[in-house]
């Protein structure tokens, strides 16, 4: 998934060598709840993280060792997408509609409408799931579109 998408990012820690207790602050709980101890980061939980929120019945290797529950975990807690402006053939109908509204804007359209959302994610505890994700797969898109938008016009010879 991360070959598919630069916003997410994968670590591991090895209790044995590296005793990380805390990280921001946050105790990480590291074996709370059972091994592997999963935890995500974004702008709402900051550099502590949060702990795997389990929704899905079952153990998380076996939930989470099926793409597409991991794919809407790392989406929806991630508060990124694999859809991309310039391929949408892994973006909902949603998605696609949002790209062609923006698509023509410029980057100073588009910047306030990313610190809007941005300022949305303050309170994301407090928001329902699927308005989380929504938000984020929004600052998704409105990010790849403000990098084109500001990338020079390369011209042809």
Same mark, same amino acid.
């Given at each position: 998934?991360?070959?598919?998408?630069?916003?997410?990012?994968?670590?591991?820690?090895?209790?044995?060598?590296?005793?990380?207790?805390?990280?921001?602050?946050?105790?990480?709980?590291?074996?709370?709840?059972?091994?592997?101890?999963?935890?995500?980061?974004?702008?709402?939980?900051?550099?502590?993280?949060?702990?795997?929120?389990?929704?899905?019945?079952?153990?998380?290797?076996?939930? !989470?060792?099926?793409?597409?529950?991991? +794919?809407?975990? $790392?989406? @929806? #807690?991630?508060?990124?997408?694999?859809?991309?402006? &310039?391929?949408?053939?892994?973006?909902?109908?949603?998605?696609?509609?949002?790209?062609?509204?923006?698509?023509?804007?410029?980057?100073?359209?588009?910047?306030?409408?990313?610190?809007?959302?941005?300022?949305?994610?303050?309170?994301?505890?407090?928001?329902?799931?699927? !308005?989380?994700?929504?938000?984020?797969? +929004?600052?998704? $898109?409105? @990010? #790849?579109?403000?990098?084109?938008?500001?990338?020079? &016009?390369?011209?042809?010879?």
């Amino acid at each position: 998934m991360k070959a598919n998408n630069s916003q997410v990012m994968f670590g591991d820690v090895n209790l044995s060598e590296e005793q990380v207790r805390t990280i921001g602050g946050a105790d990480q709980g590291p074996g709370a709840g059972g091994w592997p101890t999963i935890r995500y980061f974004n702008t709402a939980t900051g550099y502590g993280g949060a702990p795997y929120p389990k929704e899905l019945p079952g153990a998380m290797c076996d939930v !989470l060792g099926k793409e597409d529950n991991m +794919r809407a975990y $790392i989406e @929806t #807690q991630g508060w990124t997408s694999l859809c991309s402006v &310039v391929d949408n053939s892994k973006c909902s109908d949603k998605q696609v509609d949002f790209i062609a509204k923006w698509k023509a804007k410029d980057a100073s359209e588009i910047a306030p409408q990313l610190k809007r959302l941005s300022g949305m994610t303050k309170d994301a505890k407090s928001l329902k799931p699927d !308005l989380a994700q929504w938000i984020g797969q +929004r600052i998704a $898109i409105l @990010t #790849q579109l403000e990098s084109a938008a500001a990338a020079p &016009v390369k011209d042809e010879v």
